[in-house]
């Protein structure tokens, strides 16, 4: 088990008010009357909220951050025992499934009700979000506000949540250490034959076993002398000599994610592919480098980028060196040419450097740091130079 | 491990087949052009594409189901290799994260490619779903295609993946089999005193031991003598006697769901507590006797409630009793009042009872059926009249 100890469940009101006050500050910098939010990470983030039950799309669900006092929450019934049991005071709701108005007019109403300065809310419209509830109740909904400008408010939502609060740090930080673990005791768990399927099973058991609350995504992926993709896996394969395998994770804690890759030889790899893995190692040392307030996301990509193309990279489909985690898998901003978001302390980034060292083959390596006053400091514990091997 | 062996992982070219000329008469009824898919479960009926990749928010993909001929998907780059792997012929895809243009003018220009007979596009747009990619791209997109309406395709969708074929069923029966064993087998491994967060976890691992994917839903909820709501679990709390435990779980198997819940008792409960669960168990009962072709969920709702309502109910904040059961944890229809959908052979569907028997205090069951020609079978393990008991 980690050393580090665990952080426990659930934050204070305190936590929330520090939330609710940055996001309003710079929901004031955007001109919103309110923000409107409709998905898991939105509505914990702010509510800390915390419910599996996302996995069923029937009923939408509603929180509204105004420009001033507490979120109010507009919840179908079955989830207002357990909202009223947050920090937020003022919890509406009503029967769902309920086809002919599942909400609209219960949202409209206390939309309605807001005081306006600006005359414009913010949702959830833009890059990286995806709305969470039908496209034509939310269409009915703008028509029933007549007043009131819907519009992106994703620039401002992704802003609130881009710089971490020491509680949401140290959840990252322990189920990076978890994940960490669980990637070097991975050597005694599986052989040469083992099925990637079991591979996985194997995995995620002992990450929850080691602490972890949930492991939503635990890609395993395995060919002769490298990998053609990383995003899909396990698939029906059995781990040969010769393979490499790639596995990525991004186990929650409390609702936060780690996300960091690590490969494993199955016997003897070639020389090509061992001078890869070595280049994209050192381009990672080059983007933790590069990762430190006052340097941007592009930046950190240059950095990766020259070590390489130094190396003779075909490619990487991947189409960035990195992004921003938290709550979510990836978060922006991303590490690529044209994001010249700042870094600053708080932020949490992954460094993500990845090439085709050969048609078909690819290695991508990634570890997740922290932005501090004057450099960053490592989340996961390093990857070593070499890839581990399974015989 | 359970005697149903395991069915495996992927299906034959001729699956998709069948899927797809399902898909494509019931979109001629509807009078579609084309379908435009965007999520996760939707993208994989068709293609059987599978990926954890879905949890990353920040690049959309795209499928589109013609009138005739087999789908066309416009992916990211990071996804290309795999889905030309899949049945697809024809694979189309950008390099993403690309923020003034992310897929948009490359869906456009296929959807301006199709054949155009009745001059509409069915997108995801309506009940029980969310567009996945923002809501500003998608009305960008359509205002790129002024000769094509983009409506409520969701009915159409739905009503495709509502009768399951002879492949589904059997991953949905195998997984059911394998969550009714890990939640008889729990009784060995927790006693009272334990934390709720280590009874999922333990719970978890042993679902993944039997041969699940994975564990997407699981809440635990107790409470003295009862649970007030069902939804949102584990939370801060050790089992005490006198307790009754919830545990519902969404576990999946070959991308298909299993959704059904069961209670213990710690200890000592109250005669009212277990006359309220006897009567839940019998309503169970009802609700199955009434799941037959021909019946709608509603008759199926009005057999459990007259039970429930009989047995002194003080309501239900769940809404329904019950609803469909597939690729999701929830899928229409919903056993309620109002939904007049016919049951036919094939359907899958939960059954599932409850009521608050005293304030604060739920008692919800749920078993899983399959529609057959004369009535319907039980996938799960029937739950016994009496909760487990836990000391």
């Not at 909202?83 to 108005?101: C, L, Y």
């Not at 509830?133 to 269409?139: D, E, S, T, Y």
């Not at 992954?350 to 570890?367: Q, S």
């Amino acid at each position: 088990m980690t050393d580090l100890s665990a952080p426990g469940h659930g934050f204070p009101e305190s936590e929330f008010e520090t939330r609710i006050a940055r996001a309003q500050r710079i929901m004031r910098e955007h001109e919103f009357d309110a923000l409107l939010l409709t998905t898991p990470h939105d509505i914990r983030y702010v509510t800390g909220f915390e419910t599996q039950f996302w996995e069923s799309p029937t009923r939408p669900w509603f929180l509204v951050v105004p420009a001033d006092g507490k979120p109010i929450a507009v919840v179908p019934d079955i989830g207002a025992p357990q909202m009223g049991r947050t920090w937020i005071d003022d919890v509406r709701s009503w029967q769902s499934p309920r086809p002919e108005d599942d909400g609209t007019s219960l949202l409209a109403s206390t939309l309605a009700q807001l005081p306006r300065r600006f005359g414009r809310m913010g949702a959830e419209l833009g890059r990286e979000m995806s709305l969470r509830m039908p496209v034509i109740q939310f269409l009915d909904l703008r028509d029933a506000l007549p007043g009131l400008e819907i519009t992106d408010g994703s620039p401002c939502i992704w802003e609130a949540r881009r710089v971490k609060t020491p509680a949401e740090i140290a959840r990252i930080h322990y189920i990076c250490q978890i994940a960490s673990e669980a990637y070097e005791g991975l050597v005694s768990l599986i052989s040469e034959g083992e099925h990637l399927r079991e591979v996985c099973r194997k995995l995620s058991m002992d990450i929850l076993r080691r602490g972890a609350d949930a492991v939503p995504f635990l890609p395993a992926i395995a060919g002769p002398d490298g990998v053609p993709q990383i995003v899909c896996g396990p698939l029906d394969k059995t781990l040969e000599a010769g393979d490499i395998m790639f596995i990525d994770t991004g186990s929650t804690y409390d609702g936060y994610f780690c996300d960091f890759d690590r490969h494993w030889a199955v016997g003897d790899i070639s020389d090509e592919a061992k001078r890869a893995n070595a280049a994209v190692w050192d381009a990672t040392e080059a983007g933790i480098a590069a990762a430190r307030p006052g340097a941007t996301v592009e930046d950190v990509f240059d950095a990766q980028s020259k070590v390489i193309e130094a190396a003779g990279s075909l490619g990487n489909n991947v189409g960035r060196m990195g992004h921003g985690l938290g709550m979510q898998l990836t978060e922006p901003p991303s590490n690529m040419p044209g994001d010249t978001t700042l870094l600053e302390p708080g932020v949490v980034l992954t460094i993500e450097p990845g090439m085709e060292f050969a048609p078909g083959r690819m290695i991508v390596h990634e570890e997740n740091v922290l932005i501090t006053e004057d450099g960053c400091e490592l989340l996961t514990k390093r990857a070593p130079r070499e890839m581990w091997r399974i015989d």
